[in-house]
């Protein structure tokens, strides 16, 4: 069965498995977490369409009766807010995503629209899965803005308006797409997806920089996430 399971004090995750559909792609895993603040929960990202049951089978296993007070969404890509939808129909929660990410959640803006010096993205983009929720944005997010005991750390690149949340209790750092962690290792973010991949790198040292022990990305298998000094050498060949 899948179920959330705890990974610090105060941060449980999910891992979903989210197949590409590209040709000789694996399936990688994706993260929903959940995390804890006095006693409400906090949903953070939703996984992909194709999740939406399980992924609230699991939300309701896990919480009983109580449902998270809110969805934050770390970027809007199709494998993070594919939950979206069903979540704030049937649940009514409000979500809440950084104001440069607002936009394409709600469907005001697409990630096929920009403008981009990738030539990787500009090929890519136009055979990716758009994610166009049409969703409003109860809440826009700014970089220092608190959330459940974490900060909102703004981390732009991989989309205009991704977001890292910095635990700063547990030392840790659930920092989406700001890294990959497969095969055992970390990477980048996927370039077909990743319309400004210098300021993706930027990112990463900026996370870097900050004071925590292990980081949690959302794509990883091991689901313990990596070590800050894992983080920081990785970071710093760019
Ligand atoms: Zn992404
Ligand atoms: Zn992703």
């Known amino acids: 069965m899948i179920e959330f399971r705890p990974i610090t004090p105060h941060i449980w995750r999910l891992n979903l498995q989210w197949d ?3 040709p000789f792609y694996p399936p ?24 939406t049951s399980i992924m609230m089978e699991s939300v ?11 969805i934050v969404l770390t970027h809007a890509h199709y494998d993070h807010g594919g939950g979206l939808i069903g979540l704030s129909k049937q649940w009514g929660l409000p979500i809440w995503a950084h104001a440069l990410e607002a936009d394409f959640v709600a469907g005001a803006n697409d990630y096929r629209k920009i403008d981009s010096q990738s030539a990787i993205y500009n090929l890519s ?5 758009p994610s166009v929720w ?13 959330v ?20 700063r209790a547990d030392r840790a750092i659930i920092c989406s797409d ?11 973010p996927l370039a077909m997806s990743t319309p400004d991949p210098a300021e993706a790198r930027r990112s990463m040292k900026k996370i870097a920089a900050l004071d925590f022990d292990t980081l949690l990305p ?7 996430g990596a070590s800050a000094d894992s983080a920081r050498r990785f970071a710093s060949r760019f």
């Open 125 to 129: 983009k136009r055979i990716l899965t």
């Open 20 to 22: 590409l559909k590209i």
């Open 148 to 167: 459940s005991g974490m900060d909102v750390i703004h981390v732009p690149g991989h989309t205009p308006g991704m977001i890292a949340l910095h635990h």
């Open 178 to 188: 700001t890294f990959m962690n497969l095969g055992g290792k970390l990477s980048e």
């Open 60 to 70: 309701s296993r896990f919480l009983g009766a109580a449902k998270p007070s809110r």
């Open 28 to 51: 990688i895993p994706v993260a929903v977490w959940l995390v804890k603040d006095a006693d409400e929960w906090t949903l953070v990202d939703t996984g992909a369409p194709a999740h």
């Open 218 to 224: 959302s794509h990883d298998p091991s689901e313990r």
């Open 134 to 146: 049409r969703v409003p944005v109860a809440r826009a997010l700014n970089e220092g803005d608190k």
